[in-house]
């Protein structure tokens, strides 16, 4: 089994910035994809970022250019940085892996990024 464990989240004023991380922990695939989700009240979740353990990303459009993915294979986690933050950002963000060969699918808790105007 593979746990995730997401930090960093809190109340921010538009435009600033924030970071969160993701530390995984457990029976972790040497090939895996580790992304972020998010839900905001009363919305499905969506995909936010990925990244392959080979550092490939992936973002959906009203993130690009404002938020980064990034991983470190050794220490298996996960961050994202966030930038020029906007209240449509607030929701719950959720850290997500999968890995070979089965693709199952692993999720944090999930931790509250709150942006005011």
């Known amino acids: 089994q593979v746990q995730l464990v997401e930090s960093g989240g809190g109340l921010v004023q538009a435009g600033s910035s924030l970071r969160l991380s993701c530390a995984a922990s457990?029976?972790?695939?040497?090939?895996?994809?580790m992304g972020w989700y998010r839900q905001a009240p009363g919305q499905q979740r969506e995909l936010v970022a990925t990244i392959t353990t080979g550092h490939s990303t992936r973002y959906t459009d009203s993130v690009k250019g404002r938020f980064t993915i990034s991983r470190d294979n050794v220490k298996n986690t996960a961050s994202l940085q966030m930038d020029s933050l906007k209240p449509e950002d607030t929701a719950v963000y959720y850290c997500n892996l999968r890995g070979a060969p089965n693709w199952e699918d692993f999720w944090g808790k999930g931790t509250l990024i709150t942006v005011s105007s």
């Open positions: 457990g029976s972790i695939s040497s090939i895996n994809v």
